[in-house]
């Protein structure tokens, strides 16, 4: 059975930081494109950070030089760094594990992350 567990998730103050982790057990991420996708009350989900199995990484606009998304294959765990948070940050942050090959993908349960003062 695949699992994805997100953990990290919390309420920071603006300007603050936050790492998140997703850890998966059930597939071997080495052959996983991983991603970290949120989404805020009354939006739809949107994609913030991707990482190849090689380690190439893409971010959307909005948090370039905010996020820093990374992986470490032996530990099967998908990390996101935030920093700077701002308020229009606040969502669910959700994990995905996309197969390279067969393009199957599996989803965490979300984390929720809160930027308030």
């Known amino acids: 059975q695949v699992q994805l567990v997100e953990s990290g998730g919390g309420l920071v103050q603006p300007g603050g930081s936050l790492r998140l982790s997703c850890t998966a057990s059930?597939?071997?991420?080495?052959?996983?494109?991983m991603a970290w996708y949120r989404q805020a009350p009354g939006k739809q989900r949107e994609l913030v950070a991707t990482?190849?199995?090689?380690?190439?990484?893409n971010y959307t606009d909005s948090v370039k030089g905010r996020f820093t998304i990374s992986r470490d294959n032996a530990k099967n765990t998908v990390y996101l760094q935030m920093n700077s948070l701002k308020p229009e940050d606040t969502a669910v942050y959700y994990c995905?594990?996309?197969?390279?090959?067969?393009?199957?993908?599996?989803w965490g349960q979300g984390t929720q992350v809160t930027v308030s003062s």
């Open positions: 995905n594990a996309e197969n390279a090959y067969s393009r199957r993908d599996f």
């Open positions: 990482i190849t199995s090689r380690g190439s990484t």
């Open positions: 059930g597939i071997t991420l080495s052959i996983y494109i």
